[in-house]
């Protein structure tokens, strides 16, 4: 009796659920109030969402016939992590990579499987939207300008399920959508001061994508899932191009909001892709300085890039199948409803963000980036409950 409902998510264990959203707002609070507390939460981070996420699993799924049944997309998150166990030891990497990895494995697996309670959508918007009004009057509160313009970004993004699901109940759709682009404008605004080009190109495609693209031409299901794989392969196929026209000089230097158009990502880049190069399979691991003799920096600034290096070509194959299904398997969703539509182009802009910082797959970004992946499903769930 108490396994099946234990598998089922039973009312009993809805602590655990709860729990699970305390993870999340400690790592949102914890993280972008205050740079000192960031400082002080960065390296609790990983376990946080790791342990988030494992949480939801064992509330949610029955694991042990997910297993017996050879579902494959389950099985892509035990072979990976069986996968990464090894390459850790011969790339002498440090186990951090694998809490990073079974947290963003699960939050891809997971997205289109659960149905949270309205509330924990509630809280955590309540959650972003109070964190969010610390940044009211600041510039950057010493956070460098392009993470505080990521920051303002993905806290505007996780008060957005919230909303949605509360003026979704009120049949209010056209409202969310004002909502929407009245809050992206604010980002835009805050990381056009910043000079932050990464989240304004993000905030951009969010727009062109909401506005100029009609939902009659996400019914056409070829057209929808060409546009999928061509936003997960530019993602990791922009860096590889962007090193190559630096060293060939295809494309010559010019100034962008007074900073130079290769503004240094060339260097960074092609350090990785070099030392990738070296290591394609097992991937360079967390050891960065072992694997990159002086650094520019440690940090990939691209997010499939950094699946990529880190981890190698196995992992960044499963990674890449388990992102396009579930982008794929929200179509339908996208259709019938301007909140969904809404939500996926914010996680479109996210994601071309994440060309030009690995934030995505990082928590706790990768935390709010999962509830707007929820979001997707959502809806579809509570309609077949009946709720609306």
Known sequence: MLKDKWFAGGRELAILDWIAMAGIALCLAGGYIKLEYYESMIRYMPIIAALVMILLLFNHINWVERLKNREWDFLIIPIGICIEMC???????????????ISFLLILYLADKIKLNEWHYYFIAMVSAGCLLTWIGQENKDYNTNMAAMIVMILAAGTMPGIG?????????????????????????????????????GIAVFWAVSIFIPRCVWKVKALYNTAVFLLLSGSILFPIGYVLSWKHEIIKNFTVLNKNFYSGRDRVWDQFLTAFMKEPLTGIGSDIYAKIPEPLFTEVHNGLLHILTIYGVIIFLFVYILWFNVLKRAQQGAVRSIIIKQNMCMAVGLMVTSVFENFVVMPAFSLIFFLILCSFFTGEKREEAGEI
Request: aromatic share 16%; charged share 15%.
């Open 165 to 201: 699901i509360w003026m979704s109940k009120r049949k209010n759709e056209w409202s969310y959508f004002a909502y929407t682009i009245l809050i992206t404008v604010g980002v835009l605004y805050f990381s056009w001061k910043q000079r932050a080009r990464g989240v304004m190109a």
């Open 87 to 101: 390459n850790i030891i011969l790339s002498h990497s440090g186990v951090g990579v694998l809490l990073n990895l």
